[in-house]
């Protein structure tokens, strides 16, 4: 899995608007960090090795409506891969146009904020420790989700890395595979990680 929006979304997600232009407002990130979490969702597959995470944070802006931080994360080898930031006029509007698509598109369960703050700080960890950047979109993103040190109050423990443990990287569409394996060769020697090709086209719809 690699996508979150379907093409005819037209939401602005990296500029954080979503809202018609007679209501839109310029997303101070910093501001945004400190606002606060009213629901987590995550997968339910996300513990399980190989499978990528899909994290939605909603936040409460205090002019109203909802603020949405979203993350793609790959625990088995390149931590936060994607993520982007939209905001909705009404939690109604919120619940019905997103919650509810990712909801149909992806099995999702609610977390407490601690641990979404683990999962995305132990996985940029790991994938920094691989020798792999953030990507920008990521590190905007991070900027108006808030603090990770929150992660420290979390004991469940994080799986990283493929069933036997080591990195397992699998391509996706929009991935530089010829960087990705160049860096794991590099900074993990040949053998020493997977790598997998998906038997069957991966969409390439969300995130564009």
């Given at each position: 899995?690699?996508?979150?929006?379907?093409?005819?979304?037209?939401?602005?997600?990296?500029?954080?608007?979503?809202?018609?232009?007679?209501?839109?407002?310029?997303?101070?990130?910093?501001?945004?960090?400190?606002?606060?979490?009213?629901?987590?969702?995550?997968?339910?597959?996300?513990?399980?090795?190989?499978?990528?995470?899909?994290?939605?944070?909603?936040?409460?802006?205090?002019?109203?409506?909802?603020?949405?931080?979203?993350?793609?994360?790959?625990?088995?080898?390149?931590?936060?891969?994607?993520?982007?930031?939209?905001?909705?006029?009404?939690?109604?509007?919120?619940?019905?146009?997103?919650?509810?698509?990712?909801?149909?598109?992806?099995?999702?369960?609610?977390?407490?904020?601690?641990?979404?703050?683990?999962?995305?700080?132990?996985?940029?960890?790991?994938?920094?420790?691989?020798?792999?950047?953030?990507?920008?979109?990521?590190?905007k993103?991070?900027?108006?989700?808030?603090?990770?040190?929150?992660?420290?109050?979390?004991h469940?423990?994080?799986?990283?890395?493929?069933?036997?443990?080591i990195?397992?990287?699998?391509?996706?569409?929009?991935?530089?595979?010829?960087?990705?394996?160049?860096?794991?060769?590099?900074?993990c020697?040949k053998?020493?990680?997977?790598?997998?090709?998906?038997?069957?086209?991966?969409?390439?719809?969300?995130?564009?």
């Amino acid at each position: 899995m690699t996508d979150m929006l379907p093409r005819n979304d037209k939401r602005k997600r990296t500029s954080g608007h979503s809202v018609p232009p007679s209501t839109q407002r310029k997303l101070d990130m910093e501001a945004a960090a400190l606002w606060p979490v009213f629901e987590c969702l995550i997968t339910t597959t996300w513990q399980e090795p190989t499978n990528l995470a899909h994290i939605l944070v909603a936040k409460e802006p205090p002019f109203g409506g909802v603020v949405c931080c979203v993350f793609l994360v790959d625990l088995a080898c390149l931590g936060p891969k994607e993520a982007f930031v939209t905001q909705f006029r009404t939690r109604d509007e919120y619940g019905a146009e997103f919650r509810q698509l990712m909801m149909n598109r992806y099995p999702m369960i609610p977390i407490e904020y601690p641990l979404a703050a683990k999962i995305i700080s132990e996985s940029l960890r790991y994938a920094r420790n691989l020798g792999f950047d953030l990507p920008p979109r990521v590190r905007k993103t991070l900027a108006a989700l808030g603090p990770l040190d929150v992660a420290d109050t979390c004991h469940q423990q994080i799986p990283l890395g493929g069933e036997d443990g080591i990195p397992s990287y699998m391509a996706g569409p929009h991935d530089d595979v010829e960087h990705i394996m160049a860096t794991l060769n590099r900074t993990c020697g040949k053998g020493n990680f997977h790598f997998t090709i998906p038997t069957s086209p991966m969409p390439r719809d969300f995130f564009d």
